[in-house]
């Protein structure tokens, strides 16, 4: 199951599993954004290509007009896809 919130700082909240069935419900609320924002992955189980793959569009269309994506609260597993992908040097990760 995924689910994504979004906090009252405009910060979207990514939990349990991001796979290819849930990517496109992912990608319709990435598609919505149109600022700088942090997505938080504390809560987030797994991520597959297909997800992966919806963050890289949206840092993409972003980074077009000088805004980003910040993730934040990585686990351990998560980061290390991301290290793997390259992507901790196309997204900032804290």
């Known amino acids: 199951m995924f689910d994504v919130s979004r906090g ?9 599993r991001l796979d290819a069935s849930q990517a496109d419900r992912a990608r319709a609320v990435l598609d919505a954004i149109s600022e700088s924002c942090t997505i938080d992955f504390a809560a987030l ?10 963050l ?6 972003l980074s077009d007009t000088g805004r980003t994506l910040t993730l934040v609260h990585l686990n351990k597993h998560i980061r290390e896809i991301f290290r793997i992908a390259g992507f ?4 900032p990760i804290e």
């Open 88 to 91: 901790d040097i196309i997204f």
């Open 45 to 54: 189980d797994y991520i597959s290509s297909a997800g992966l793959g919806a």
């Open 8 to 16: 009252e700082s405009g910060s979207l909240f990514f939990t349990g």
């Open 56 to 61: 890289l569009a949206t840092q993409k269309r």
